[in-house]
């Protein structure tokens, strides 16, 4: 129904920026909100970012250094990212939430992008 490739990932040093993009294809009228998601090694996948009804929330880790935007015209979501830190290194996955039925919804996810941040 949706697919979503994402892009943008990297190696920085402390300090540096990133920013990524996912560009969702197919049934895209079927979306309703959208978000970045990351996973490191050994731990459990966290919210990030969401965007959703005009509105962003972001983990109170990266609150203040991180910028969920949409390009409705273009499907594309991006998450700019600055002064990262090594702590922000992780897997980031792209993902939008579905409405398909009145009362139901699925979520679809990208591959994934690998963010390194090191000296």
């Known amino acids: 129904q949706v697919q979503l490739v994402e892009s943008g990932g990297g190696s920085v040093q402390p300090g540096g920026s990133l920013r990524l993009s996912c560009t969702a294809s197919?049934?895209?009228?079927?979306?309703?909100?959208m978000g970045w998601y990351r996973q490191a090694p050994g731990k459990e996948r966290e919210m990030v970012a969401i965007?959703?009804?005009?509105?962003?929330n972001y983990a109170d880790s990266v609150q203040g250094r991180f910028a969920i935007s949409r390009d409705n015209a273009k499907n594309t979501l991006y998450l700019q990212m600055d002064r990262l830190k090594p702590v922000d290194t992780a897997a980031y996955y792209c993902?939008?939430?579905?409405?398909?039925?009145?009362?139901?919804?699925?979520?679809?996810w990208g591959q994934g992008t690998q963010v390194t941040v090191s000296s």
């Open positions: 965007s959703s009804g005009g509105s962003a």
């Open positions: 197919g049934r895209t009228y079927q979306i309703s909100g």
């Open positions: 993902e939008a939430k579905l409405t398909v039925s009145i009362e139901a919804t699925v979520d679809s």
